[in-house]
């Protein structure tokens, strides 16, 4: 019995320690520095477009996230087809590869290749350019959003949609009437781990955009270029425009998804 | 001939339909029985269009509807754990497949109207479904089905999630809406009783076979082999009631009168299990109620045990071991006593 109570002590404990931990950290990005020099680098040009950059590419990847995620979720969860184990794990591969690994695979495809070259045609420069931007964060963020559409999909009774066909809906109309509105916690949760992992990316977008300042500049380089020129008030602040940035996000979709609850 | 199935083979997951063939008449109240995992679900499904078979064709009328689409067969499905759409009320379950059909509010809300009436669910309409009762929520599921008029109604488990009472309503329910909607049913069940209530056309499968098909009448006079025989083995008997002796009702059944402790009034249907009845070639004093003297008229041994059909005015099937056979001198042609208690007597329908 005293035993058992020590385990679960020493569980908790760990737990609680380590979360004070985090929180302490995350404080002292906060209290470091003064709240004038916070507030210097908060109106500095370079910080407003950062978090310009920042905020509108994430928003256009995490869109475009969905829009790709959605689909492959559910073909994942609902279709038998060749080759879905493969496509399942190079789905999840990127979890566990390394983000640099990431950028510079994709550096090396859209660098120069038959691929690039075909995007120029049409005028679309992906590498050291915004839109490289973008591309990064969304090969970095769509594994993860794609896990939890799939989960999403997977918790919606196919018989519902069964029931749906057999009164006359064809496929597509049975995924927009029933699918998709029952799939709806998941999908917000889906878009909101997109718009983080879009925000916080970093190694990938580094090695594909190119990190150049105030061009390529996210708030995450931003970090990295001002941490490397010794410039640490504008790195801390980059972090916690970074975190305020995110939380408010979250907010934001958690607002929506109780307004959709009540709705329904 | 409505709906003819030729041959269906297929396999989804751990369960198997295997060169399944039955027709469907118009008006046909068809009832799938089995044991659990017989694959009675899976080619319910397949019918719906919901698995293409591996071999094996499905006709409606003349047109062979094998690979079309679910949406275009006109087949409704109700599940035993009816699939109302969480998000949205009741009324809109059961508008939900006539705003494909018809693009007239008023027309849709005229037919939603009377289908809540018919299957006395008016007052729920404006319901959220995860609120309702088993019982309520079967019926929005049967009105959600049937409003679109199919030309054949599947029904999976319909009753089994329902308690006992619940249960016997629905039955009646449902067989009076069947008939006013003039729909063909095709229903599973594992439970015998909605075999005598509802059906005209049984088929019996045990894994992924079917193993006979007939009329009820058929299936539990003339089991085909002994798994069916074990299977429906049940006497069932219909009768009137005509009194009451104590807190027993008295029933009249072709002539002979048996007592069953269950209420009963007007006709009713009752289920005797033949091992419950008590054979012996002479009439003896016991506790039990009803006591019929008759003649066997058929001696069947099947497995290690012996099935007798014995006449006392109404035809019962009792089962005895082939020991006692021996020592009770059974054999065709014999009279002997049936006797059994007013509590094995059970009022089904």
Known sequence: ?264 | MLLRVENLSLEFGEFKVESASFEVERGDYLIIIGPTGSGKTILLETIAGFHTPKQGRIYMGNEDITSLPPEKRGISMVYQDYMLFPNMNVYNNIAYGLRKKINNDGEVRKEVKHIAKVLDIKHLLYRNPTTLSGGEQQRVAIARALVVKPKILLMDEPFSSLDVKTREKMRKLVKDVMKEYETTVIQITHDFEDVFVLANKVVIMKNGKILQIGTPDDIFRKPTNEFIANFVSTNVLRCRAVGKKGNLSVLNCNGVTLYTPDKSHGSVIVSIRPEEIIVSPYKIFSSARNILKGKIIDVIRRGNLVWLTVDAGIKLRTVITPNSMELLGIEKNKDVYLIFKASCVKVIG
């Open chain 1, 1 to 264: 019995m005293s035993g058992k109570l020590s385990f679960k002590g020493f569980c908790i404990i760990l737990a609680a320690l380590f979360t004070a931990i985090l929180f302490i950290a995350i404080a002292f990005l906060f209290f470091v520095p003064s709240p004038q020099e916070i507030w210097k680098s908060m109106t500095s040009p370079e910080m407003i477009f950062s978090l310009k950059l920042s905020v509108i590419t994430a928003a256009v990847s995490s869109a475009i996230v969905m829009l790709l995620g959605i689909p492959i979720g559910y073909a994942l969860s609902r279709f038998s087809f060749f080759g879905k184990s493969i496509v399942k794990s190079v789905i999840d591969l990127p979890m566990a590869f390394p983000e640099l690994v990431l950028g510079l695979s994709l550096l090396l495809f859209f660098g120069n290749t038959y691929v690039s070259r075909s995007f120029e045609i049409i005028g679309l420069k992906i590498v050291f350019t915004k839109l490289g931007i973008v591309v990064a964060q969304i090969f970095t963020a769509l594994p993860y959003s794609t896990r939890i559409i799939y989960s999403a999909f997977e918790g919606v009774n196919r018989r519902y949609e069964l029931v749906s066909r057999s009164l006359g809906y064809g496929e597509f109309e049975t995924f927009t009437k029933i699918t998709l509105p029952l799939a709806k916690k998941g999908l917000f949760a889906s878009t909101i781990i997109a718009f983080a992992r879009c925000m916080g990316a970093f190694g990938a977008v580094l090695i594909l955009a190119g990190g150049s300042y105030m061009n390529t500049e996210t708030l995450p380089i931003a970090l990295y270029l001002n941490m490397s020129y010794g410039n640490l008030g504008m790195a801390i602040t980059s972090g916690i425009v970074l975190i305020i940035v995110s939380f408010i996000a979250i907010a934001i979709f958690e607002k929506l998804e109780g307004l959709n609850a009540v709705k329904s």
